[in-house]
């Protein structure tokens, strides 16, 4: 299990799209929404993945996760059981300075929200952000996507 560390932003605009070098479409279904533990289905490009990460920590910098790869027909098993809503993105990945930003366009529930999240090696690792970035909502919740699927 290794610990996830990651800042989360609005994006202001576009101007992050003529620097995507790749694109994946999203579905993600939620089989437990926690606290302490959410569970996690995902749909990426068709592979299958299952994630377990715990409680957020340091402002919601950091967490615990675990993944695992799984069948296409075992993600299709476990989407049976998704509790909320299923969502559905469009996630691109840019390359910024040392790192790679993941931009996720929101299809459903809620379409037009527009994501960056930036995985860190630690918490205080210093970032010179792009322009097309807006405010940081790292550590709340109602950008997270358990939260999402959960309300909308």
Do not use: C
Request: no cysteine; glycine share 8%.
């Amino acid at each position: 299990m290794h610990r996830e560390i990651e800042r989360k932003f609005l994006v202001k605009s576009g101007r992050w799209k003529q620097a995507a070098v790749r694109r994946f479409h999203i579905k993600q279904a939620y089989l437990s929404f926690g606290p302490p533990v959410t569970v996690r289905v995902r749909d990426k490009d068709g592979q299958g993945m299952l994630t377990v990460k715990g409680e957020s920590h340091d402002g919601g910098i950091s967490r615990r996760e675990w993944e695992k790869k799984i069948t296409m027909e075992d993600t299709g098993i476990l989407f049976q059981l998704a509790q909320g809503r299923i969502i559905e993105k469009i996630r691109y990945e840019i390359p910024w300075e040392d790192v790679i930003i993941e931009v996720d366009e929101f299809i459903r529930p809620r379409k037009g929200l527009v994501l960056a999240e930036i995985e860190l090696k630690d918490e205080n690792q210093p970032l010179n952000l792009p322009d097309w970035l807006g405010e940081e909502v790292t550590g709340k919740k109602e950008y997270y996507n358990a939260y999402i699927a959960q309300y909308g």
